[in-house]
């Protein structure tokens, strides 16, 4: 985290750069030029400029520093940028007033001829530039709106003219993955891409969206931490492909070799840089319609095709959520690695804590890491741990460093959420684990957050229902008691791929895609008590099918995750025989599964935690 004055001084330089292009307000987004949730360190602006680390985005003005964020991050911005003259704006929020409309608004107090907004084009999605102007249309009708009213200047990479010691563009190594780990070949994938484009009339496509490169393509890196992917486009016509990649330095053998393999196929291997190039050459010598991925292409590649443009959702995103089954069998096999890690992780925690010797959040994070580490498959981990103790936990995206952690005591409530990948799958769970004594409050939340979960998990439900429908299942015990958390209960998760995947979600956010056989999702209903704890039960689920019967398909859901659920301060009264057979059941199938890899006096201590409750 930055200093004070350091953060004032990049605001000041930054409005000092805005004055001399004339600039009455400056976009920066938490974002890259493709759009990922989560980015590499070259395009961290944001971070460069305020110290903030979460998601959202920022405006500058000549006296105004802004922070539009949701509520998942609300305590942590407060915390990055105490003593910061800034003003925290909330999203996905009752009266939340947009970026957009707040646009509106200043230009609607200046008495300015006219009002420039800056966007760093190359960073800055299409959809949300024109989000801008769809805003401004709106008072298009008032007698003083004309064409200077109000204009976007583009700026590519600006970040550049101020970030001394920019980071550069990673070169991570790239690893082929062959179709007995896909369960698919490159060439099915990249036949299946051209169809989908000549379906829509259209002889090319250009894919952005770094996680559906590595599904078509089969390979893998780790050009941003944590996501198994390469920083590159994919331009796709008829006739040709071509993969634009930073080539230098990738020059392990391994990536060599995956290269190589592209090449065989007839795939061009480009460099990065150039796509610019390739675009405008296509569309000129083309001169027919290119489809491109409204959600992940840059405004300023958006500009070079406008006229050939047909906006689109990504072309594969649907078709890469619905894992074959190669890829099913495969995440089991994860999680199976998975669990082993988890559970000796746990027993590990429960005897360093009983001693009370000093262990911090960040050494457990720690500790996890070299256990799933031990497996031969593990190829990282899919987020940062988040290793938060009591009032740490009731920030949903804490992370511990060395320097600022939390002490464990033989008290009160540990949450740890993690993940992993594995070359055969992608896993992320969450246990809250009481590590002595409980308040009955604790207790209380601990039991509504479990009902929840237990509800998601259990449950049947027609072909055709979205997961906006099956939200209220995990909210609904919290509802009764009038409490509720801030974020979505579930996500889509990758192949040995993104952990965070679409198109699919479990949130109340209307969402029309359907939970489909083969998705899988997370479920992760919470409870936050600011500055006391947080409560999150997270497994991943496999929707498969159910059955079929006069009244249609029915669908449910797999279990994926094998690690057990603590029931040492279940409230029973609040739950019900369902739920406690559920919850038994549950336990004892993670004990059979992975008991047999353990040794005896693990596999006795699991034994006990999974030992049956009764009402």
């Known amino acids: 985290m930055f200093g004070r004055d350091k953060i004032n001084r990049n605001i000041a330089i930054l409005r000092d750069y805005m004055r001399k292009k004339e600039i ?86 200046s008495d300015k001829n006219t009002f420039r907004i800056a966007v760093d084009g190359t960073s800055t999605p299409y959809s949300f ?34 970030w001394e010691d920019r980071p550069v563009l990673p070169t991570s190594p790239i690893l082929h993955l062959s179709e007995t780990l896909t369960g698919r070949s490159r060439e099915d994938k990249l036949s299946f891409v051209v169809e989908a484009f000549k379906k829509a009339s259209c002889k090319a496509v250009l894919v952005s969206a770094l996680d559906d490169i590595a599904w078509i393509l089969n390979i893998r890196a780790s050009d941003i931490h944590c996501n198994p992917v390469a920083i590159s486009y994919l331009l796709i016509t008829e006739d040709e492909v071509k993969w634009y990649v930073q080539k230098s330095p990738r020059f392990d053998e391994e990536s060599l070799q995956s290269i190589n393999e592209l090449r065989e196929d007839g795939i061009k291997v480009l460099n990065y840089n150039d796509i ?230 479990i949130r109340q956010d209307f969402n029309k895609q359907a939970i489909l056989e083969g998705m899988v999702v997370s479920n992760e209903p919470a409870m936050y008590v600011k500055s006391r704890y947080g409560i999150r039960h997270e497994n991943l689920l496999l929707c498969k099918k159910s059955q079929v019967n006069e009244f249609g398909e029915w669908l449910e859901f797999e279990v994926l995750t094998l690690c057990h659920i603590d029931t040492s301060i279940l409230e029973l009264s609040l739950m019900t025989a369902d739920e406690i057979e559920w919850l038994n059941n549950y336990n004892q199938r993670v004990y059979n599964q992975l008991s047999e890899y353990m040794p005896a006096n693990l596999k006795q201590w699991l034994r006990e935690k999974t030992k049956a409750i009764n009402m």
């Open 24 to 109: 009455d307000a400056l976009i920066l987004l938490v974002s890259d030029p493709h759009n990922s949730e989560y980015i590499a360190e070259r395009w961290k602006s944001v971070e460069f400029l305020t110290s903030y680390t979460g998601e959202g985005l920022v405006l500058v003005t000549d006296t105004h520093l802004g922070l539009w964020t949701d509520s998942r991050y609300f305590i942590q911005a407060e915390r990055e940028l105490y003593g910061i003259d800034f003003e925290l704006h909330p999203t996905r929020c009752a009266d939340s007033v947009t970026i957009s409309q707040y646009l509106v608004n200043l230009r609607l107090l």
């Open 129 to 162: 530039v024109q989000e801008i102007h769809t805003a401004f249309s709106s008072i298009s009708d008032l007698d003083y709106f004309d064409d200077n009213y109000y204009s976007i200047i583009n700026i590519p990479d600006f970040i550049e003219e101020i």
């Open 276 to 505: 610019a190039f390739g675009l405008s050459y296509c569309v000129k010598e083309g001169n027919y319609p290119i489809m491109v991925d409204s959600a992940s292409l840059n405004y300023s590649l958006y500009t070079l095709i406008e006229p050939y443009a047909l906006l689109s959702s990504s072309v594969v995103a649907l078709e890469k959520a619905i894992k074959n089954d190669v890829e099913v069998q495969g995440m089991r096999e994860a999680h199976i690695e998975d669990g082993i890690a988890l559970e000796k992780f746990l027993y590990w925690l429960e005897g360093r804590v009983s001693i009370d010797d000093g262990l911090s959040e960040y050494e457990a994070a720690s500790k996890l890491h070299s256990l799933r580490a031990e497996s031969s498959a593990f190829r990282g981990e899919s987020f940062d741990t988040i290793s938060a103790y009591t009032a740490n936990a009731a920030l949903p995206h804490y992370l511990p460093s060395p320097s600022n952690s939390a002490t464990l005591a033989p008290y009160g409530l540990y949450l740890c959420d993690s993940g992993a990948h594995y070359l055969y799958g992608t896993t992320d769970v969450t246990r809250t684990i009481p590590l002595g004594k409980c308040t009955s409050e604790e207790r209380e939340d601990y039991t509504l957050v479990l009902k929840g979960h237990i509800a998601l998990a259990r449950a049947v439900f027609p072909k055709g229902t979205a997961g906006c429908h099956l939200d209220i299942l995990a909210r609904n015990p919290l509802w009764l008691k009038h409490r509720n958390y801030g974020h979505g209960t579930g996500h889509g998760v990758g192949y040995f791929l993104n952990v965070h995947e679409g198109p699919q979600s």
